[in-house]
């Protein structure tokens, strides 16, 4: 298994500038994540998915979007790229573990590093 | 609410001493608790889980963590430090949410510096 993937693995934008970060996993893991990390911040939930076709937001949502259309693929889009949107992303996922089930660990992707300027 | 402190940012040992990385959390239930590493430009691993069994959780590379539900703590310890566990550690509290999802909380991390 290759696990979680992202890409690009750099990226520098222009000020309203739009990307896409693509994730993809091949544990056929339902719930996925996207965290951006802040040096001293630990990592922040921008958005996350319990499954295809379900998504919700998390605790920093504003200025991105997502969609999740297959169980493998979590694509991250930033629409209107703004200088507080650099930061080190990263893609995570997890099995589901039945009802009521909240040990099971994420596995997360090697990061996408995005400077905006 | 769910909340993770680690208690200190930064934490410098000599190799072949002891590691104390300190975690505290705070959950209106009972959690699962991790710790993850995280070596330079890289993406996070798992250390080590505690699922409500063994209060005393062995990881890997000889890092094992003591679940302490009167002191709502969960440090992380390594007898004997070597230069490979400089890094980055991340103690996660993880719950369930009143939509039925994992509601999952990292720490602000704690860098490890090891001295030859």
């Known amino acids: 298994n290759a696990g979680v993937t992202q890409t690009p693995k750099f990226r520098i934008l222009k000020i309203g500038q739009s990307m896409t970060l693509q994730c993809t996993q091949d544990?056929?893991?339902?719930?996925m994540y996207w965290y951006r990390q802040d040096p001293g911040m630990g990592l922040k939930l921008i958005y996350y998915?319990?499954?295809?076709?379900?998504?919700d937001k998390g605790e920093v949502p504003n200025g991105y979007n997502v969609s999740r259309s297959t169980t493998e693929d979590f694509p991250l889009r930033l629409e209107l790229a703004a200088p507080s949107q650099t930061s080190v992303y990263f893609c995570?996922?997890?099995?589901?573990?039945?009802?009521?089930?909240?040990?099971?660990?994420?596995?997360f992707g090697p990061g996408t590093r995005l400077t905006v300027t | 609410a769910q909340s993770v402190t680690q208690l200190d940012s930064h934490v410098s040992v000599s190799e072949g001493t002891p590691v104390l990385l300190r975690c505290n959390y705070s959950?209106?239930?009972?959690?699962?608790l991790f710790w993850y590493v995280q070596h330079p430009n890289k993406g996070l691993q798992l250390l080590l889980k505690?699922?409500?069994?063994?209060?005393l959780v062995k990881g890997i590379n000889g890092f094992e963590a003591e679940f302490k539900k009167s002191e709502t703590s969960f440090h992380l310890t390594k007898p004997s430090a070597h230069m490979s566990d400089a890094a980055e550690y991340f103690c996660?509290?993880?719950?369930?949410?009143?939509?039925?999802?994992?509601?999952?909380?990292f720490g602000t991390g704690t860098k490890l510096q090891v001295i030859p």
């Open positions: 505690y699922t409500s069994a063994a209060t």
């Open positions: 995570a996922s997890r099995s589901t573990g039945g009802a009521g089930k909240y040990n099971y660990e994420q596995y």
């Open positions: 544990m056929n893991h339902n719930y």
């Open positions: 959950s209106s239930y009972s959690p699962s």
């Open positions: 998915s319990v499954g295809a076709g379900i998504t």
């Open positions: 996660v509290v993880s719950e369930g949410n009143s939509g039925g999802y994992q509601k999952v909380t």
